[in-house]
């Protein structure tokens, strides 16, 4: 071989060796399982995130909680178990453990606007604990009730025991009379089917993909809740990219929302329907004017608690956001 051939061999392969030492993998961890809607989002995030960075990223998405638990999202990411994970509701995080989950209703239809908004509100408490939201995983449209049975009243639990997935649920649960259990998504099933829980709040993505409607065949449709779990990412991990890079990851998840919300939405109307059909139940909901007296009555209750979390003037201006989006 020549020496203008092997160099221009070695050259080449040097040019490789290099491209593949600078490629990185990010861990992506979901406790969505791969027959939820939301895990071709996560598809379609990678897919983004890869032809953004021309390569240079690849997501590696990890469904079912098979990284870490339900609520140990904070510490997989500090620890290094994760490079993105959903949060849930952290003491670390005050303000967030408050307001992503919280009593309204609300038009979703700047749903994409009204998240990145209180993303960004969100940011600097995160960014404390050493986080950065880098997707928004909006649950608005179906954050609702399940039963083993007809309930004559939502507002009148009457002792029951229903599963609850943060504070603000345990305290709504509690002001109607219920008692809250709190029950990681995965085992929902086998806790149902042992009469551990009499009901479960649960989003119906959530609820189909594990196939509750055998056990927990009655819906009840309220739309009480403005639901965000975001997806945060190591904010020393996300400072060590490019800046195109920074970029590509927080375009890729723009761009996944607003692709995943009319599937998602279409793929919940649906699963209502086949888990009505095969639990041989039923779906009711209630009156805007229920639903309007539900909601004033827990978020009076719900305002000290988030301004001790967030401060005044932020949970004023989250307030506000909410309000700019009422239904």
Same mark, same amino acid.
């Given at each position: 071989?020549?020496?203008?051939?092997?160099?221009?061999?070695?050259?080449?392969?040097?040019?490789?060796?290099?491209?593949?030492?600078?490629?990185?993998?990010?861990?992506?961890?979901?406790?969505?399982?791969?027959?939820?809607?939301?895990?071709?989002?996560?598809?379609?995030?990678?897919?983004?995130?890869?032809?953004?960075?021309?390569?240079?990223?690849?997501?590696?998405?990890?469904?079912?909680?098979?990284?870490?638990?339900?609520?140990?999202?904070?510490?997989?990411?500090?620890?290094?178990?994760?490079?993105?994970?959903?949060?849930?509701?952290?003491?670390?995080?005050?303000?967030?453990?408050?307001?992503?989950?919280?009593?309204?209703?609300?038009?979703?239809?700047?749903?994409? *606007?009204?998240?990145?908004?209180? /993303?960004?509100?969100?940011?600097?408490?995160? $960014? %404390?604990? +050493?986080?950065?939201?880098? #997707? !928004?995983?909006?649950?608005?449209?179906?954050?609702?009730?399940?039963?083993?049975?007809?309930?004559?009243?939502?507002?009148?639990?009457?002792?029951?025991?229903?599963?609850?997935?943060?504070?603000?649920?345990?305290?709504?649960?509690?002001?109607?009379? *219920?008692?809250?259990?709190?029950? /990681?998504?995965?085992?929902?099933?086998?806790? $149902? %089917?042992? +009469?551990?829980?009499?009901? #479960? !709040?649960?989003?119906?993505?959530?609820?189909?993909?594990?196939?509750?409607?055998?056990?927990?065949?009655?819906?009840?449709?309220?739309?009480?809740?403005?639901?965000?779990?975001?997806?945060?990412?190591?904010?020393?991990?996300?400072?060590?990219?490019?800046?195109?890079?920074?970029?590509?990851?927080?375009?890729?998840?723009?761009?996944?929302?607003?692709?995943?919300?009319?599937?998602?939405?279409?793929?919940?109307?649906?699963?209502?329907?086949?888990?009505?059909?095969?639990?041989?139940?039923?779906?009711?909901?209630?009156?805007?004017?229920?639903?309007?007296?539900?909601?004033?009555?827990?978020?009076?209750?719900?305002?000290?608690e988030v301004d001790a979390a967030c401060g005044p003037d932020l949970a004023?201006?989250?307030?506000?956001?909410?309000?700019?989006?009422?239904?």
């Amino acid at each position: 071989m020549s020496s203008p051939t092997k160099l221009l061999v070695f050259s080449l392969a040097g040019a490789l060796l290099a491209s593949t030492a600078l490629a990185e993998t990010i861990r992506l961890s979901t406790y969505v399982n791969e027959t939820d809607i939301r895990y071709q989002g996560f598809v379609k995030f990678a897919e983004l995130v890869d032809e953004k960075s021309e390569g240079r990223i690849t997501v590696d998405i990890f469904p079912s909680s098979t990284l870490h638990g339900w609520s140990d999202g904070v510490d997989a990411i500090q620890g290094g178990v994760a490079d993105i994970s959903w949060i849930s509701a952290d003491t670390r995080l005050p303000c967030y453990r408050v307001t992503s989950l919280y009593p309204a209703a609300i038009d979703l239809e700047d749903q994409i *606007g009204l998240d990145a908004a209180y /993303a960004e509100m969100i940011a600097p408490e995160a $960014a %404390e604990v +050493g986080l950065i939201p880098i #997707i !928004n995983s909006n649950y608005s449209y179906d954050q609702e009730w399940w039963f083993q049975g007809p309930v004559d009243s939502l507002s009148n639990l009457d002792g029951m025991l229903v599963r609850s997935i943060g504070p603000l649920v345990s305290m709504m649960i509690e002001t109607w009379g *219920g008692q809250p259990v709190f029950i /990681a998504p995965g085992e929902v099933f086998q806790s $149902a %089917e042992r +009469g551990v829980v009499n009901g #479960i !709040n649960m989003g119906v993505a959530t609820y189909s993909s594990w196939q509750l409607w055998n056990v927990m065949p009655y819906m009840v449709n309220a739309s009480l809740f403005y639901g965000n779990i975001q997806y945060m990412m190591n904010l020393d991990r996300f400072n060590s990219l490019s800046e195109e890079d920074q970029t590509a990851l927080l375009e890729a998840g723009a761009e996944t929302e607003a692709w995943l919300q009319p599937l998602y939405e279409d793929w919940i109307d649906g699963q209502v329907g086949n888990a009505v059909m095969k639990g041989g139940g039923a779906a009711v909901s209630i009156s805007a004017d229920e639903r309007n007296a539900m909601i004033s009555d827990i978020a009076a209750q719900w305002t000290e608690e988030v301004d001790a979390a967030c401060g005044p003037d932020l949970a004023n201006q989250i307030r506000a956001l909410f309000a700019q989006h009422k239904l």
